[in-house]
């Protein structure tokens, strides 16, 4: 919808931030709540590190809603043709570039470059093609500028909190310009407390040479007819206010205007002073603050005496007009509420959790394990079977059993390609997949008859241990189930080809236990197996479960009965092999990447291929 020159922003526009700034993003969409905007003035994101795009989630008062991200401008322009407002946060390196791309745009009518330290030259050239093009520039160097109860850019103004102090949630009869962003939130909320509040106000950018004029913005407001007085704040420096003074004696500005210039401390100090902005520094008698301030008095400005008076100059200027019948007092709107953060009053309120963390806290500094500080466990250089203590049972393990799951671990990290996880792991390698997806359908083998038996072993040994059944009762009771004994059988090893694995934890507990009743247990039931066949042997799944089972025991009184039972009931030792065996899988799927395997099919002569025949089936053919 067109609309009037003089006129940058409505209810209904819409912008495109440029780079992802939250805050910003969430400060301008809760202005647009307290304004009762129908649309978020937030239509599009540019994130050019988000090649594939995506999408924010903002709160749009109490609801959330997504805001589209985009890897370009051009792409959110045409996907968002009514945003024509750019609000450009990059950096003053790519500044230049963003914003004459934005200037191409058709769609764009406005940019807003917030950036500090554009290079000069870049700025002057910015500011020429949008003259040419017949569009605006606010800044650089800018913290952008607002249409009261209307459009905010970025974080002018502040928190939801001055805006409404301000009065900025609702529309005024001031227009206002200055060059710096700080001393423009100051003036708003003067201009509210010494009048109807603002109508617009714009801050051009501190740089030497922004993209528009104190004047341009001024003339703006002049030929505005909602606007009913201007309010200017310059600034020791350069010449620009005396184009103000021009306008004036040649009535192009009839309104009333109150402009202060400052910096007149500046002629109480000897040498040259410079203020923050890049333009604020008098290189002759005319760029001082108080000649410009003169010559604005003379040419018909309402100047005050000082800033100090600024508000009493804007009360004296707001009230004739009233008087006059050129302005007539509106009542106040109502408030919506204002939603609160819960980061804000976190502390002051209750809030039902939905999860409940008693191993780790992020919520400091630094990550806690079990209440010790993540610095520390690398400082202390804690041994891996002490830290998984500390993450699965939140004790500190005793040497001993750190010691042993950091054996387990080392035993159980590969057992070749052939084994159905190292195998899954390959072939998933070999189909091209990632590294998660080829460990993970390794890991989804794991089960009663791969790896998952330590569990089953604990529970079985450990239940017929508790019931008080001999080895041959339990065996016995076992094949009356017709269910295998986990954690005994190997395919390939047997009495006489022993698992060096399985010899080497049991060497290891005879050591380092104070006893090893379940191992005792387990071993008298493998010679009862062993006289039915000669490979059901107690593999290494079954002496990892019972054998942990023993650590337990061994550790005193730092197992409570209950935590004993919930680790076997909760198949937690299933996870000693995992972990370990999950060590081989990603040494299998790097080792398929560096042979460049290709595609893996299974050999046809491998695979026994036994079908019915049609007829039997009844069809006749």
């Known amino acids: 919808m067109s609309r009037p020159d003089y006129q940058l922003f409505t209810r209904e526009t819409r912008s495109i931030v440029f780079n992802l700034q939250t805050n910003a993003i969430q400060r301008m969409l809760d202005f647009d709540h307290v304004c009762r905007r129908e649309k978020p003035s937030v239509a599009a994101i540019v994130n050019p590190s988000a090649k594939q795009g995506g999408y924010h989630k903002v709160f749009w008062g109490t609801k959330e809603i997504l805001i589209p991200i985009y890897p370009t401008t051009e792409k959110a322009s045409a996907k968002h043709p009514d945003a024509d407002v750019l609000i450009n946060f990059a950096s003053f390196r790519s500044a230049y570039s963003t914003s004459m791309e934005a200037l191409a745009i058709s769609t764009i009518r406005t940019v807003v470059i917030i950036a500090e330290g554009v290079p000069e030259r870049r700025a002057r050239e910015l500011a020429s093609t949008a003259e040419k093009l017949g569009k605006n520039i606010i800044g650089p160097a800018t913290v952008g500028g607002i249409l009261a109860g209307g459009f905010k850019i970025g974080n002018t103004g502040g928190t939801i909190e001055n805006i409404i102090e301000s009065g900025l949630h609702r529309s005024g ?34 740089d030497s040479y922004p993209g528009s004029t104190l004047l341009e913005h001024l003339l703006r407001f002049e030929a505005n007819p909602d606007v009913k007085m201007l309010v200017c704040l310059g600034e020791v420096g350069g010449t620009e206010e005396y184009r103000i003074v021009n306008a004036l004696k040649e009535k192009k500005i009839t309104k009333p205007l109150v402009c202060w210039v400052t910096g007149t401390i500046a002629s109480k100090m000897t040498g040259e002073v410079q203020f923050g902005h890049a333009g604020a520094k008098a290189g002759a008698s005319n760029e001082t603050a108080e000649a410009k301030n003169k010559a604005l008095t003379e040419a018909g400005a309402m100047v005050p005496d000082s800033f100090d008076d600024y508000g009493e ?35 002051t309120v209750r809030k039902s959790t939905e999860f409940i963390c008693t191993i780790t806290d992020d919520t400091g500094d630094e990550p806690l394990y079990s209440g010790v500080p993540m610095s520390k466990v690398v400082e202390m250089n804690m041994p891996l079977g002490e830290l998984i203590g500390l993450l699965w049972f939140k004790k500190k393990l005793p040497a001993f059993a750190a010691e042993y799951i950091e054996m387990v671990l080392r035993l159980t990290a590969d057992h070749g390609p052939c084994v159905s996880g190292a195998h899954n792991a390959i072939v998933t390698a070999r189909a091209g997949r990632d590294l998660m997806s080829a460990v993970a359908s390794g890991i989804l083998t794991i089960g009663p008859r791969f790896g998952g038996a330590v569990s089953g072993a604990a529970k079985a040994f450990s239940d017929a241990l508790k019931r008080g059944l001999t080895p041959l009762e339990f065996v016995n009771e076992m094949k009356v189930k017709g269910v295998n004994i986990q954690g005994i059988g190997h395919r390939i090893k047997s009495a006489t080809n022993p698992d060096i694995r399985v010899t080497l934890i049991k060497q290891f507990a005879k050591e380092k236990f104070s006893a090893t009743p379940y191992l005792d247990y387990a071993l008298e039931v493998e010679k009862i197996t062993l006289t039915k066949r000669n490979n059901l042997i107690l593999n ?17 009184d730092l197992f409570s009965e209950q935590e004993k039972s919930e680790i076997v009931e909760f198949e937690i030792l299933n996870g000693l092999f995992m972990l ?15 042979l460049r395997s290709a595609l893996y099919r299974h050999p046809m002569n491998d695979v026994l291929y036994d079908l019915p025949d049609p007829a039997d089936l009844g069809y006749d053919f």
């Open 580 to 594: 370990g065996r999950t060590i081989g899988m990603i040494g299998h799927f790097f080792d398929q990447k560096r």
């Open 313 to 347: 100059k804007i009360r004296q200027v707001y009230e004739k007009l009233v008087g006059e019948g050129k302005i007539v007092k509106k009542p106040e709107p109502e408030i919506p509420p204002i939603p609160v953060d819960f980061k804000a009053v976190s502390n």
């Open 540 to 556: 290494v799944d079954g002496a990892i479960g019972v054998l942990f089972l023993d650590l337990m025991e061994s550790c005193g």
């Open 173 to 206: 009869s001031v227009g206002f310009v200055s060059k710096s962003g700080g001393m423009s939130n100051e003036a708003y909320n003067i201009i509210y407390h010494n009048s109807d509040g603002l109508y617009e106000g714009i801050a051009i950018g501190g």
